[in-house]
T-cell receptor, first 113, second 117 residues
Framework: SQKIEQNSEALNIQEGKTATLTCNYT??????LQWYRQDPGRGPVFLLL?????KEKRKERLKVTFDTTLKQSLFHITASQPADSATYLC????????????FGKGTRLSVIA | EAQVTQNPRYLITVTGKKLTVTCSQN?????MSWYRQDPGLGLRQIYY???????DKGDVPEGYKVSRKEKRNFPLILESPSPNQTSLYFC????????????????FGAGTRLSVL
């Protein structure tokens, strides 16, 4: 069966450290992988998108990697700050089938000062 | 300001009483969709629309209806709500699907928290 999994429900890290979140998938052939941030009571907000033929994408303190052999994406936040505390969702974009965008359940990140 | 607007933000209703949640976007996006978000289950797509008068089922369409008569609006209709439809609902839109990267970025509304008693 098709699955998309984010490594943990919750992750606590110290301010200033690098947070690494994992997204694994099985039995999908995604064209793109996206990462979103969701704050409590709000809708998800797009952060980064990476194509299947790209290895890495960066935006300020954020970095995303995409390994289609391992079927895994890693999302890094360097020099983390308490304001980075939120739930982070990965999403696969499938260009066929009924559900074009499939979301993981998210990882709730808490950055402790 | 570019945005997706959902109304109402909060709704408490009773079993069987028809309701509509409205969604409107001002970005001239072709693609719109509805999701529900439940603890432990994440975001699941209910219905989506590739363009005006073109709608299709997502993962969890049972008990819901949608329509896309105009490009900007995509209402979600619950003809006979039941308690298992108590959830947090999000409407989202994007330029399109596939092709250029920017087409696939989803813009979400602020959410509608629905309770069915």
């Amino acid at each position: 069966s098709q699955k998309i999994e984010q490594n943990s429900e919750a992750l606590n890290i110290q301010e200033g450290k690098t947070a690494t979140l994992t997204c694994n998938y099985t039995n999908y052939s995604p064209a793109y992988l996206q990462w979103y941030r969701q704050d409590p009571g709000r809708g998800p907000v797009f952060l980064l998108l990476i194509r299947e033929n790209e290895k890495e994408k960066r935006k300020e303190r954020l970095k995303v990697t995409f390994d289609t052999t391992l079927k895994q994406s890693l999302f890094h936040i360097t020099a983390s700050q308490p304001a980075d505390s939120a739930t982070y969702l990965c999403a696969l974009l499938i260009l066929s089938g009924n559900t074009p965008l499939v979301f993981g359940k998210g990882t709730r990140l808490s950055v402790i000062a | 300001e570019a945005q997706v607007t959902q109304n109402p933000r909060y709704l408490i209703t009773v079993t069987g009483k028809k309701l509509t949640v409205t969604c409107s976007q001002n970005m001239n996006h072709e693609y719109m969709s509805w999701y529900r978000q439940d603890p432990g289950l994440g975001l699941r797509q209910i219905y989506y629309s590739m363009n005006v008068e073109v709608t299709d089922k997502g993962d969890v369409p049972e008990g819901y209806k949608v329509s896309r008569k105009e490009k900007r609006n995509f209402p979600l209709i619950l003809e006979s709500p039941s308690p298992n439809q108590t959830s947090l609902y999000f409407c989202a839109s994007s330029l399109g699907r596939g092709g250029a990267l920017a087409k696939n970025i989803q813009y979400f509304g602020a959410g509608t928290r629905l309770s069915v008693l």
